[in-house]
């Protein structure tokens, strides 16, 4: 069945320096969607991306699909304690169209 | 209100008894998901309720538990004769599909404890 493996499982940076986590996929994606589930709480959706290498922004955080559909970036700028959380991708099994999440990045951030 | 709604919230009970968790998608959601949550961990797919086709089962890890939906809304995730390492938190989430890329919504979860 397909898989998506995502990098690194964890992550500690200092406040203020960058934080990236890779998803990626042996098939070519329709689409991929990222979340964050903060401590205690639930996955949050973020964003989706569709087309083949595009790029899209929301504040401080940058999201990419790459150019062949097979992998996908997160990256926080400057980081802050409120970027706290786990970020999971999700893509769609061609096969069933249910939605598969990767196993997630934990990032900390040291104040 | 408008979320998904999860009950109850915290559910604690004995190795061996039936515990029957509920979920309210949001109204007019097709797509329905289980998943299973442990301490620190990622998302364990359990099943997957879309329309009136037959669910994605192949999540479930034992035949204690099992799922269903009633009138393409509520759906009970029931496990029998539960066990200590059924604890974990068990999140529903549901998503509008007029395609295959929609966003999922999540409900808080139950938080599932066996003594």
């Known amino acids: 069945g397909q898989q998506v493996m995502q990098i690194p499982q964890y992550q500690h940076v200092q406040e203020g320096e960058d934080f990236t986590t890779y998803c990626n996929s042996s098939?070519?994606?329709?689409?991929i969607q990222w979340y964050k589930q903060r401590p205690g709480g639930h996955p949050v959706f973020l964003i989706q991306l569709v087309k083949s290498g595009e790029v899209k922004k929301q504040k401080r955080l940058t999201f990419q699909f790459g150019e062949a559909k097979k992998n996908s970036s997160l990256h926080i700028t400057a980081t802050q304690t409120t970027d706290v959380g786990t970020y999971f991708c999700a893509v769609i099994a061609s096969n069933t169209g249910k939605l598969i999440f990767g196993q997630g990045t934990t990032l900390q951030v040291k104040p | 209100g408008a979320g998904v709604s999860q009950s109850p919230s915290n559910k604690v009970t004995e190795k061996g008894k039936d515990v029957e968790l509920r979920c309210d998608p949001i109204s007019g959601h097709t797509a329905l998901y289980w998943y299973r949550q442990s301490l620190g961990q990622g998302l364990e797919f359990l099943i997957y309720f879309q329309g009136n086709s037959a669910p994605d089962k192949s999540g479930l890890p034992s035949d204690r538990f099992s799922a269903e939906r009633t009138g393409g809304s509520v759906s009970t995730l029931t496990i029998q004769r539960t066990q200590q390492e059924d604890s974990a938190v068990y999140l529903c989430a549901s998503s509008f599909t007029g395609g295959n890329n929609q966003p999922q919504h999540f409900g808080d979860g139950t938080r599932l404890s066996i003594l």
């Open positions: 098939t070519t994606l329709s689409n």
